[in-house]
């Protein structure tokens, strides 16, 4: 299963991105790694947490615009290059990359690269056979989800 | 019909009611009312000189400013141990204005919200749950006495604890809701994010009664797909009585007035003239039975239209269209005349938005600026800021083609826009804050 990221609208003002923060922390909710992307007046913060279920409810709850999305997360070797090699399987098959960011720590010492695709499957049949260990779901959130 | 003598009456015993009840609210607000006195012998004008209904165009206008003048009680036409109750509005566009009523006032505005209810198909074997606030604002405590008037069981929830609200429709089987049209959608959508397998159409709930803010025939449509209802309007003004004065019927298009208590005009908002019959423009009501608070000709600023159609409904009474604007919201941006109803029908065409939205009005210069802060739902929200991007591009777009304004679209949090008694603040017009009709 692929790795979902939990996103949410918040607005670019002082004090918003805690309320969401707040929101996920009295939910007990484990951020992994996270990103902004920013507009002068709204900015989607998207995170990869131990259970974005359950932290997509408690933000609905609390009035926070929020969603679901499969994401590919892929692991790199921390070689210079490395990331270039796995850009040029996605730019040869002409998959357009949405957006992406890291993991900030190493998973079995390599880093994590997470890629935004409009078709996640076009994605991940494009690496097949080249070598890439591609970060399942349950490596994240663990068995029992 | 709750009063079928009255509301299928021929239009010419009806005019000969409407003249003899004319007389004497005139005289009854002349002779108990200073304000009418001064302002009447000022412009030299008599009670006794009103003869035939052609005489209205001969009475000087009654304003939202005469009555902010009369704060609190200076219009009452009886003493204070007469009256029985006030309202009062909530001042969104100035200073506060109070009504009073005496018993039979309040006798007659729970018999206009009984009508208004009958004719929508509501019974005394309904149940009403009047979600409308309780208090000052004369959408609750009206719809209240007027339900339970019809004899229909009345839950008096009052606004806002949407769990609840959906709660008492699952466990009353609650048939009917009354509430603003803004309120409806803000329960549909607390339906579709926090409770995603629950069915309403599994519930009792058949009937909506909306009003106290202007709302679209695309909203109505949107309300009666996601609440699987049908949703009918109930117009009213607290000036002249509160909600009741006209409602929609089974036909669902343009509102009955209740002929034999309010007496209608439409008049040219610019030169005060009075307009045939079937012309476009702004509404004025005269109290034909009012003890407590009279109002002769008064100005509404609420722009519609009157006809007479043969309703299929049976009612003879003179209907009103639907109205969606007021012409104290009407905003001048660069010249342009725009009504807040138009910016909402744009919304409603693009896809997944909803009417939660706020114009901002100011002046940078000496130009005007729009911008229009529309509130993200589930629907429109997106990971990606190019798709959400876009959708402010289109709805930008949109106003230009449509409206021929060019706006800013600020997309904000759900729940910022702030809300007053569940109506929503639809536009705030920064450019001169003291303005004052």
Known sequence: ???????????????????????????NINIITLTIAETSDFGILRMIVNDPEKGNRALKENNITSSLTDVLALEINDTPGSLFAALEVFATMELNIEYMYAFTQKRNDKPVMIFRFQDIEKAKNALKGKGYNIVKKIDIVGENR | MFNGKIESMSEREMKALQLERLKWSIRHAYDNVLFYKNKYDEAGFHPDQFKSLDDMRRIPFFTKQDMRDGYPFGLFAVPLSKVVRVHSSSGTTGNVTVVGYTKNDIEVFSEIVARSLASYGVTNEDIIQNAYGYGLFTGGLGLHYGSEKLGALTVP????????????????????????????????????????????????????????EPWTEAMRKEIEKRLKIDAYDIY??????????SAECSEKSGLHVFEDHFYVEIIDPDTGEILPEGSRGEIVYTSLTKEAFPGIRYRSRDITRLYHDNCKCGRTLVKM??????????????GVNVFPSQIEAVLMEIEGTEPHYQIIVDRKGSMDDIEVMVEVNEKMFSDEIRVLNGLSKSITDKFRSSLGISAKITLVEPQSIPRSEGKAI????KRNKNRED
Do not use: W
């Open chain 2, 426 to 429: 639809r536009v705030v017009d």
């Open chain 1, 1 to 27: 299963m692929n790795v979902t990221q939990l996103s949410a609208f918040v607005s670019n003002k002082p004090g918003h991105l805690q309320k969401v923060l707040k929101v996920l922390a009295d939910e």
């Open chain 2, 321 to 334: 269209e639907k109205v969606t604007g007021r012409s104290d919201d009407m905003l001048i941006i660069r």
């Open chain 2, 236 to 245: 009213g003004l607290s000036e002249v009585m509160g909600p009741g004065v």
């Open chain 2, 157 to 212: 929830v009052s606004g806002g604890n949407t769990p609840r609200q959906i709660m008492l429709i699952k466990d009353f089987g609650t048939t009917v809701l009354c509430s603003t049209p803004s309120y409806a959608l803000n329960i549909a959508d607390f339906l579709e994010v926090n409770m995603p397998d629950f069915d309403i159409s599994s519930t009792r709930l058949r009937l909506g009664v909306f009003g106290a």
